[in-house]
T-cell receptor
Framework: KNQVEQSPQSLIILEGKNCTLQ??????????LRWYKQDTGRGPVSLTI?????NTKSNGRYTATLDADTKQSSLHITASQLSDSASYIC????????????FGKGTSLLVTP | DAGVIQSPRHEVTEMGQEVTLRCKPI?????LFWYRQTMMRGLELLIY????????DSGMPEDRFSAKMPNASFSTLKIQPSEPRDSAVYFC????????????FGPGTRLTVT
């Protein structure tokens, strides 16, 4: 069964600190992996999309890594800001017929002053 | 472009009533997606369309749910009759293509069924 597990479920960090969120998946055959940021009361916004051949992709202070062999991805946030407080969702696509999306339940991040 | 537009933003209805959620995708996007998000289950894909044609509705929970896309600029998600367990935030998203293309989400409709 295709599954996406995210950890930790929630995280509190001080402003200016770095943090890393984890995403482990069992989706096969793998197509791509996306990280979304969802602010409270808003729709998700795409941060990165990574295919099988990509190991690292950055978007400003956000850097996503992908290890397709171990089926793990991480999202690293550098020099966190209060505006980084949000839910971060990992979504893995399978490349079988259709557009099969598998969603993690997200990591809730709170950045405090 | 104004992005994906959804209406209403909030809907409160009584059990048994019909509910219609509306979505206007970004102009030129060929794919439209309907999602549901709850605390328990997270984000779930309900159905998606390609060029106004429903491609995969395997995520639609039951026959009480139906979705249509009569033209490239409008889609509806209907629940009839509604039940309290349908309470959730419903998102519409659109994308140019599929696979590696980015999906743009609307602001969502928060549905409460009492």
């Amino acid at each position: 069964k295709n599954q996406v597990e995210q950890s930790p479920q929630s995280l509190i960090i001080l402003e200016g600190k770095n943090c890393t969120l984890q995403c482990n998946y069992t989706v096969s055959p793998f197509s791509n992996l996306r990280w979304y940021k969802q602010d409270t009361g808003r729709g998700p916004v795409s941060l990165t999309i990574m295919t099988f051949s990509e190991n690292t992709k950055s978007n400003g202070r956000y850097t996503a890594t992908l290890d397709a062999d171990t089926k793990q991805s991480s999202l690293h946030i550098t020099a966190s800001q209060l505006s980084d407080s949000a839910s971060y969702i990992c979504v893995v696509s399978a490349s079988n017929s259709g557009y099969a999306l598998n969603f993690g339940k997200g990591t809730s991040l709170l950045v405090t002053p | 472009d104004a992005g994906v537009i959804q209406s209403p933003r909030h809907e409160v209805t009584e059990m048994g009533q019909e509910v219609t959620l509306r979505c206007k995708p970004i102009s030129g996007h060929d794919y439209l997606f309907w999602y549901r998000q709850t605390m328990m289950r997270g984000l779930e894909l309900l159905i998606y369309f390609n060029n106004n044609v429903p491609i995969d509705d395997s995520g639609m929970p039951e026959d009480r749910f139906s979705a249509k896309m009569p033209n490239a600029s409008f889609s509806t998600l209907k629940i009839q009759p509604s039940e309290p367990r349908d309470s959730a935030v419903y998102f519409c998203a659109s994308s140019l293509g599929w696979g590696g293309d980015e999906q743009y989400f609307g602001p969502g409709t928060r549905l409460t069924v009492t």
